[in-house]
């Protein structure tokens, strides 16, 4: 964009403008709305200007969120760690009392996955509503520093009734993490540019179960007379960095774009306009719980749910199940080109259909030894089925609800939604089916199937629908030709259009 288009600030891109005229926005006639739209979008013309942008938000944000996001999957994971230092036999557990402590955060028997209890599922919408009345930039680190001085407070614990109290807390303060970072996100990205992001903050989780093990027994090798059991270090170092970084994030990330001190008065209105435009019907606006709820009249929304559902089950089958062939080594598939289209729900069914046929061939192979080869493509289909869709779909219908407080209510019970489903997962693998497992391998291939039942349904009824709104108002527009500044009741006002 040329120095003089920016020079106008932030004016030039209606930062002044009176938000509430955004909700009395509507369009009379549809090409002069398409005409309107255009206009209004036209101000962001220079592709260089949004790239260099979106580079300051990419090095000022990422880094910060992912490091975040790590020390998360570290405190998730340290009990599985500390449980192999002896921590069962130090604190003189009873039979049956390490998993209940497990259970209390983690589903029983998935100890270092995201798996979620139905306690978090009931905590995580309230906190993550929470984060859009106060701010994500100042929710984030107290819930960083919360689930911190926790995992500190575990290195002091005497007895079985001290670490099962502080694991259900942790869970608590955790439970709005991933939903309330998908929403930061969304109010400094495009729709366009998000899943790309999404992709790079979730293989931080992936990079710490990489290395927690080798963190941990590093840890357990120092000597010191400081405390009577190696596994405490590993609470009291894990516990101290994710609170004295939370300090760090407090003053660090800003509220908004409007605020952020590394963008100067031409970029703050650039940033402003993008996110006005397209992303949020009305941007930072103040939280309203009434009209969040209102998310949960839309049929849509159920069909998002119902998918993750669907999700769930696969996602989480693939942690119980995939060390029984790979001997616990994991997978990274670079989902990235995906995201350079605008489309999202073809490579959602995609990735269900390649889990329902991994699953399947799994299913069929009677020898593992004589087909090794078959089983590990098996594995890579079941793999990239449910973790390049995992981030795709909350994609999906983040890019769907202008409604900021909509937004963030949809995301805060569809993660942890999909998390709990790995109660089935849990559940079907049972010890009497082993080695083969065929019976869990039908019922989350099923899912598998549901899932791209779903998706393809809502996705073709939404193609259908856009259709069916040009021609009824003898325009061809798509989403990413109508401003989100004019959606913010989505499919009800005539200019929406499904983002597919």
């Known amino acids: 964009m040329a120095d003089h288009e920016l020079s106008a600030g932030p004016q030039r891109y209606g930062v002044a403008e009176d938000a509430a005229s955004s909700k009395k926005k509507s369009t009379d006639d549809a090409q002069s709305s398409r005409e309107a739209g255009i206009e209004e979008t036209a101000h962001v013309v220079d592709p260089a200007a949004e790239r260099a942008l979106c580079r ?8 910060i969120l992912a490091v975040m996001y790590l020390f998360n999957a570290l405190d998730k994971g340290n009990l599985g760690n500390a449980q192999t230092a002896g921590l069962s036999k130090d604190l003189n557990f009873a039979s049956g009392q390490y998993n209940l402590i497990v259970g209390i955060f983690f589903v029983p028997y998935v100890q270092q996955d995201d798996i979620l209890t139905p306690a978090q599922v009931v905590f995580a919408p309230p906190l993550a509503l929470l984060g859009k009345k106060f701010g994500p930039s100042r929710m984030l680190p107290i819930m960083m520093f919360s689930f911190g001085s926790f995992t500190l407070l575990t290195a002091a614990t005497r007895n079985f009734s001290g670490i099962f109290a502080l694991r259900f807390f942790l869970g608590a303060v955790e439970s709005a993490f991933f939903p309330l970072v998908i929403f930061y996100l969304t109010t400094f990205y495009r729709r366009n540019e998000l899943a790309r992001r999404l992709a790079i903050f979730y293989a931080a989780s992936n990079i710490a179960n990489a290395f927690s093990g080798l963190l941990a027994f590093g840890v357990f090798q120092i000597k010191s007379d400081l405390v009577d059991h190696p596994w405490r270090w590993l609470f009291i170092i894990e516990g101290s960095l994710t609170v004295l970084f939370s300090i760090f994030v407090y003053f660090h990330l800003p509220k908004s774009a409007a605020e952020a001190r590394f963008l100067n008065e031409d970029e703050k209105a650039l940033a402003y306009h993008r996110i006005h435009v397209d992303s949020s019907s009305i941007v930072n606006e103040e939280f309203n719980l009434k009209e969040s709820l209102q998310i949960f009249k839309r049929p849509s929304t159920y069909g998002f749910l119902l998918i993750e559902i669907a999700l769930g089950v696969p996602l989480q089958s693939v942690a119980l199940f995939l060390p029984q062939i790979v001997q616990r080594c994991r997978h990274f598939v670079d989902s990235g080109v995906l995201f350079r289209f605008r489309i999202r729900f073809p490579f ?52 769907n609800v202008a409604h900021e407080g909509q937004r963030l209510a949809l995301t805060s019970v569809g993660v942890p939604l999909a998390n709990l489903m790995g109660l089935v997962a849990s559940n079907v693998f049972r010890e009497q089916d082993k080695p083969k497992y065929l019976p869990a391998l039908i019922t989350t291939a099923s899912f598998g199937g549901f899932g791209f039942i779903v998706a393809a349904c809502l996705g073709l009824y939404m193609t259908f629908d856009n259709k069916r709104r040009n021609r009824r108002q003898g325009v061809k527009l798509y989403a990413r030709d109508v401003p989100t500044s004019r959606l913010r009741d989505g499919p009800k006002v005539d200019d929406f259009r499904w983002f597919l």
């Open 56 to 63: 300051k938000f990419d090095f000022r944000l990422l880094p």
């Open 348 to 399: 959602i069914c995609l990735g269900f259909a390649l889990t329902f046929i991994g699953f399947i061939i799994y299913a069929a192979i009677d020898d593992i030894e004589h087909q090794l080869m078959l089983a590990y493509y098996a594995t890579f289909m079941m793999t990239w089925g449910t973790s390049a869709p995992s981030v795709l779909l909350s994609t999906w219908y983040n890019n």
